[in-house]
């Protein structure tokens, strides 16, 4: 099974600071990865697929990189409604990573 | 309006069975495949189950197959997750996840319901 690993589990930010997410996974997938966003109380929503298409409606800020193995997702200006916890996925079997918390510094 | 709304939860004694049911709108439900995805307490997700759009592929986690059976009724719109011989550690919200795709595997989970909770205990 592959086995997808997130770094850090928790990071603190300010508003309009540039947050780097890392997502490693156990072996190749290629670009079939997702990033998830989970703000407390609501349900997951996709944020990035194939590991750097924006989906439709979520804000250029987000994007996302890497190939194979490792992958990052990068906020570059985070905003107040961006504090959450964001998960990747790979695509095949579906497993998802550990989660990293954006928190308030 | 697109929407995914589950419904079937409650508290359960460990050895017990339930049937969770996920009912779409909005979107052509049989053009997708559709998941079920779980989040224990204070937990991270989980994917737990996954049925192709004509329910010619089916997939589980480890932690699940032989006890839970996925299954869907295209003329209902409908998406199902029977639970047996449940667990303490089955408990948690188990979200309904729209595929991107028809075919299980290679896709995204484009759209969530808001989750219906699971307690197993006695």
């Known amino acids: 099974d592959i086995q997808m690993t997130q770094s850090p589990s928790s990071v603190s930010a300010s508003v309009g600071d540039r947050v780097t997410i890392t997502c490693r996974a156990s072996?190749?997938?290629?670009?079939?990865l997702a990033w998830y966003q989970q703000k407390p109380g609501k349900a997951p929503k996709l944020l990035i697929y194939?590991?750097?298409s924006l989906q439709s409606g979520v804000p250029s800020r987000f994007s996302g990189s890497g190939s194979g193995t490792d992958f990052t997702l990068t906020i570059s200006s985070l905003q107040p409604e961006d504090f959450a916890t964001y998960y990747c996925?790979?695509?095949?079997?579906?497993?998802f990573g550990g989660g990293t918390k954006v928190e308030i510094k | 309006e697109v929407q995914l709304v589950e419904s079937g939860g409650g508290l359960v004694q460990p050895g017990r069975s339930l049937r969770l049911s996920c009912a779409a709108s909005?979107?052509?439900?049989?053009?997708?495949?559709m998941h079920w995805v779980r989040q224990a307490p204070g937990k991270g997700l989980e994917w737990v189950s996954g049925?192709?759009?004509?329910?010619?592929?089916?997939g589980y986690a480890d932690s699940v197959k032989g006890r839970f059976t996925i299954s869907r009724d295209n003329a209902k719109n409908s998406l199902y997750l029977q639970m047996n011989s449940l667990r303490a550690e089955d408990t948690a919200l188990y979200y309904c996840?729209?595929?991107?795709?028809?075919?299980?595997?290679?896709?995204?989970?484009?759209?969530w319901g808001r989750g219906t909770l699971v307690t197993v205990s006695s």
């Open positions: 996840a729209k595929g991107s795709a028809r075919r299980l595997g290679f896709h995204y989970f484009d759209l």
């Open positions: 909005g979107f052509t439900f049989d053009d997708y495949a």
């Open positions: 049925i192709s759009w004509n329910s010619g592929s089916i």
């Open positions: 072996q190749g997938i290629s670009s079939w």
């Open positions: 194939a590991a750097s």
């Open positions: 996925q790979q695509a095949n079997s579906f497993t």
